[in-house]
């Protein structure tokens, strides 16, 4: 028999009625399971101190939806406003897309369409004992909705900053058409049609178009299954959903880290930050927020042939880490050994097999006894309590020797040169591994526990080991993650620093300050 879905202590449930939204069903490593079904089941905790907002807008299409709104939406609708006003590289994004919306969906006279007053919503009322004890279940949708001016036809395009290789679930579409053909207001339509638009450039999918009865055989062949795994969502999955998630003072897996990051501010918004965060950040403020907000990067930077040859070596090295039993690798490097995903030209092939060739001399299997010994790329996530910070970190490995866990970061460099700065300012993610390893976060024995970071070169491996309790190496891990985050804590407005970094930022493209852009204007 199948456990009971629970709630966490602290969490009431002040409604009998389950409201799912579309996105639920979308799932994804970026939403918490636990926490969709907390809010779709209508719980609530009681949170006495209500946390400062950020003063910029940090919903990438919210300007885009509002600037929609102003040019089209009908008479005597309410307009969409944004209480925080957009940075200036979401501006400019918003603008451009705006304009592909425009581009992908031209006015046709001979089958005009108008924008809805009210998105739609599927209700539905058990007419017996319900085994959630709800009283309504009610479907919504987001997006741009617009239907014939006899309703007997509806379309709900779905904005996305571009098309992923992969369609949404087949859970996600089947609840959108059900909210399509059976939601209200207006009524039932004959015809309905759900359709993506990437606001990079203007591109279509359509996911589904049919008659009102094909959309609710749609929903019945895959949507019961989908709720289910909304509602009874049990993993608590801790991450960048945690910086806005309702239930993070309940939350039974996001561990505690107070003091972390070594500053105190109560009064800010909470945030998340990682290293990647942080070298954003320091390289300009403005790219950093950008990136947060998942503004489209140029393939041309961020797919460029050093990084992606690494990211390449990285995902042969997980994978041959993880599967089966802990076997150390060894200098047998397949000729085809790049990952799926992945396209590398043949010199980079042949320096990245040399390089894989170079790891076998170190690999860290040997130290492990059996699989519950290793893991590969982990997410650990405190929340540092006194900065009110969800930190995120991403090992390449933690391993177990002897009972005490090891931190390995693994590095490639196409030559021998060596570096004389210190390890912990060329590789911050190092300091923020001796800092917790020190503070005793990761668990285990301190006997063996320590940092370690790998470097493969052509000429062979380099791996320096970092012990975390010596006193002057977390006094300088400390001053590392100090330096990364008491500027960015404080910053409200993500200011554009136009210099170098602008020649190698992702998204400069959106940038109005970045010499590229001015040159193009």
Request: with cysteine; glycine share 8%.
């Amino acid at each position: 028999m199948s456990q009971s879905w629970l709630p966490p202590d602290g969490a009431t449930r002040t409604s009998g009625v389950i409201t799912v939204s579309a996105g639920m069903f979308k799932g994804g490593e970026f939403r918490c399971p636990a926490a969709d079904a907390l809010k779709a089941r209508g719980y609530h905790t009681a949170d006495p101190v209500p946390r400062r907002r950020e003063r910029l807008e940090h919903f990438a299409l919210g300007p885009f939806m509002a600037a929609c709104d102003a040019r089209s939406r009908p008479s005597g609708s309410p307009l969409r406003t944004r209480t925080a006003p957009p940075h200036d590289g979401l501006r400019t994004w918003s603008d451009h897309g705006v304009k592909a919306y425009e581009a992908a969906f031209p006015a046709d006279p001979e089958r005009p369409l108008s924008e809805v007053p009210e998105p739609w919503t599927y209700r539905y009322r058990p007419s017996g004992p319900d085994p959630r004890n709800a009283q309504e279940y009610r479907f919504t949708v987001w997006g741009r909705c617009l239907a014939s001016a006899d309703g007997a036809y509806r379309e709900l395009r779905l904005p996305v900053h571009r098309l992923n290789r992969d369609v949404p679930p087949d859970g996600f579409t089947a609840a959108v058409a059900l909210v399509l053909a059976e939601g209200t207001p207006g009524p039932p339509p004959e015809h309905v049609r759900i359709v993506e638009f990437a606001l990079l450039d203007g591109r279509t999918r359509e996911l589904f178009a049919g008659s009102r009865e094909q959309a609710l055989a749609r929903y019945r062949e895959h949507g019961p299954d989908a709720l289910a795994r909304v509602l009874d969502g049990r993993e608590y999955r801790p991450g960048s959903a945690c910086c806005g998630c309702p239930y993070l003072s309940v939350c039974p897996a996001l561990r505690a880290a107070p003091g972390l990051l070594g500053i105190e501010a109560p009064d800010r918004p909470r945030r998340t930050w990682s290293v990647t965060n942080g070298r954003n950040y320091r390289a300009c403020p403005a790219r950093d927020h950008m990136r947060r907000l998942h503004l489209p990067a140029a393939d041309s930077v961020e797919r460029e042939v050093t990084a992606e040859r690494g990211r390449a070596l990285h995902a042969y090295l997980a994978d041959r880490h993880a599967h089966g039993s802990p076997r150390p690798c060894t200098v047998e490097i397949p000729e085809d050994w790049v990952p799926d995903g992945f396209d590398l030209p043949d010199h980079e092939r042949t320096l990245g097999a040399l390089l894989l060739r170079r790891h076998a001399a170190v690999c860290p299997l040997r130290c492990v006894g059996d699989g519950t010994d290793v893991r590969t790329e982990p997410r650990v996530v405190r929340h540092d309590t006194a900065a009110d910070v969800v930190v995120i970190a991403a090992p390449d490995l933690l391993y177990r020797d002897a009972g005490s866990w090891v931190w390995r970061e693994t590095k490639t460099s196409a030559t021998d040169r060596r570096s004389h700065r210190s390890l912990l300012e060329i590789y911050p993610q190092l300091a923020l591994a001796v800092v917790l390893i020190s503070r005793g976060d990761l668990g285990g024995a301190p006997s063996r526990a320590r940092v370690e970071l790998e470097v493969l070169r052509p000429g062979g491996a380099d791996l320096e080991i970092i012990d975390p309790f010596a006193s002057a190496n977390r006094t300088a891990a400390e001053g590392v993650l100090r330096a990364m985050v008491a500027d960015w804590h404080g910053d409200d407005h993500y200011a554009a620093v136009p210099g170098r970094s602008c020649e190698r930022c992702e998204v400069a493209r959106w940038c109005s300050a970045s010499p590229a852009t001015e040159a193009a204007a």
